[in-house]
């Protein structure tokens, strides 16, 4: 994550792009002082939820359900 931003920020100040520049290097200072305040590591949190923001459906979204009001179990006939 710190490479990334280092990354970014280097390139928005090399090519002129100050706004970027700044920007880049304000949310890495904003991700370091969550680290050292709270202990909450932003790349850690990312890569723990990767595979959840990537989770393929298994039933699709138009899949109709039945109504089973009627067949609850203890509804008499």
Do not use: K
């Not at 595979?51 to 109709?64: D, F, G, I, K, Y």
Request: aromatic content about 6%.
């Amino acid at each position: 994550m710190g490479l990334a931003f280092a990354v970014i920020g280097t390139t928005g100040y090399a090519t002129g792009l100050t706004a970027l520049g700044v920007t880049v290097t304000a949310l890495a200072l904003g991700t370091a002082l969550l680290n050292t305040a709270f202990g909450l590591c932003l790349g850690c949190e990312i890569y723990l939820q990767r595979p959840v923001l990537l989770r393929v459906r298994e039933t699709p979204p138009h899949q109709s359900t039945v109504n089973d009001t009627n067949t609850e179990r203890g509804a008499g006939a």
